[in-house]
């Protein structure tokens, strides 16, 4: 059985209201980007494959967030009903999504040291890991949750003492 990595939320709060707003937050942060997507003339790339159109990037990030939303609205309905099953997909998601943000931090920022944007870069850099390490946390907070859920079930939901075989 898995085991929770963290046994609150910020020192201060549940883990269940922590999952809960790494929920609403994942959704906000969706939202934001969609807008931006839309309302910019950002061009976006992909890493490895560099040669599809700049519509078709747009198009593959929006359906990616809108996926992003809908699992954090299952994820939240997980914690709210005590159903681990239903945040699953949100902790698979998440480490993916953390593990991507990484990767896509350091090579935008090499591109911008190599470009001769040493500034932009350390900027990047700084921001991007800040970014990460958030979302690292985010994870952790549901993952504990998760963990605990999917203990509870096992045992029992009324049942405190842990089963034993």
């Given at each position: 059985?898995?085991?929770p990595?963290l ?5 201060c ?10 929920g ?15 309302t ?9 494959f ?10 593959i ?19 709210m009903?005590?159903n ?5 997909p ?40 800040i970014?990460?390490?958030v979302?690292t ?25 842990p089963?034993?075989?």
């Open positions: 059985m898995a085991k990595l046994n609150n939320c910020c020192l709060t549940s883990l269940r209201n922590g999952s809960i707003i790494s609403i937050l994942a959704i906000v942060l969706s939202i934001i980007t969609i807008i931006v997507i839309f910019t003339r950002v061009h976006f790339k992909t890493i490895v560099d040669f599809i159109p700049n519509d078709i990037v747009k198009i990030l929006v359906i990616n967030l809108c996926m992003t939303i809908l699992i954090s609205v299952l994820m939240i309905a997980g914690a009903k005590r681990h099953y239903l945040m699953m949100w902790v698979v998601l998440g480490i993916m999504i953390a593990i991507g943000l990484l990767i896509s931090v350091i090579y935008t920022a090499v591109v911008f040291f190599i470009d001769g944007f040493v500034l932009t870069g350390v900027l990047w850099l700084i921001f991007g890991l970014c990460c390490a979302l946390y985010c994870w952790c907070v549901v993952y504990s949750e998760y963990a605990n859920l999917a203990e509870e079930n096992e045992r029992g939901r009324y049942n405190k003492q089963y034993r075989r």
